[in-house]
């Protein structure tokens, strides 16, 4: 079964209306059974769809898909300036653009997909996202400044989320050190949005930063494994389209992008502490298999983490685990 015909059959139906398999048939010029098949793998992806007899196919929940002309259509103008590409199911937008980046993959490369078979997180962790209701991509970024350009990418990515989200009209979203998005659900703070950077390079001169980023959209039921997932739906009560909230994204990444590129860290540091999760309270921490309380007390410039726990000690980079 080719994933091509699934995602053109979920095309035909993602209007809501019922379809007869014959008249997707027709228009495909392929038998009844092969439009049977697309709807079984589609059902296999996680997609629901009635199945009734006379009527045809129909989707539960109606699903966006992302499509190239319609992304550029809403980025406008500086949709010129992006190598955009979308694709149905790969295993991992990051893998697909560090293994691109150093076979020449031009700077602002973009990659989406509908189906990530093996998403990526950080400290070797799993991403789960699921068809049409998240929004799973990556962006190659080429650098000339080497380490010191790099040192508040992750933060910086981080604030553009951020200030994506207030677009959205999320005013709640918080920044747990380095940057897992956060946003409030009654009492609790819960995981919006995932970042995963990984660099390739010279350090001291050229480097290319992959930043994947995945975000849950309209999910209203999580796989129970997930430590406390909410999406955009559940928060505001609206579902969100993927093409807009693409465009918003890389649209304010890039602007942090060049922000970062001119004057380095600096001007989005009080921005990302303003939105600190936790600043300057306690919270539990494991460092080397050893699990204490300390107080976040800030992030600086360079993006480290300063802690107290008796001591005040900086934390680089990936060096710790948050506990419940
Ligand atoms: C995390 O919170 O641990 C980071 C999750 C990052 C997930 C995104 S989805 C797009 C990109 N491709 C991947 O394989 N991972 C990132």
Known sequence: MQHNLVFKVLDVL????????ESIAKTFDISRVSIWNAIKKAEEFGVEIYSVRGRGYKLIQPIMLLKKP???QVMGEIHHWFNLEIFDVMDSTNSYLMEKASLGHPHASVAATHIQTKGRGRRGRSWQSALGESLTFSLLWRFNGGAATLSGLSLAVGVAIIRSLHRFGVLSAQLKWPNDVLVQDGPQYKKLAGILIELQGDMEGQSTAV???G?????????????NPVSLRQITGKSFDGKNCAQELIGKLSNRYY????NGFNNLHSSYLEHLYKKGDAVRLKKNAAAFIATIDTVTAQGELIIT????????FGEIEWLK
Do not use: A, M
Request: glycine share 10%; hydrophobic share 35%; charged share 20%.
């Open 14 to 21: 993602s209007d809501g209306k019922f379809h007869s398999g």
């Open 70 to 72: 319609s992304i550029e």
């Open 211 to 213: 930043i994947g980023i």
């Open 215 to 227: 975000i849950n959209l309209n999910q209203v039921v999580f796989s129970e494994n997930l430590p």
């Open 259 to 262: 922000e970062l590129k001119e």
């Open 309 to 316: 726990h008796g001591i005040t000690e900086s934390i680089q």
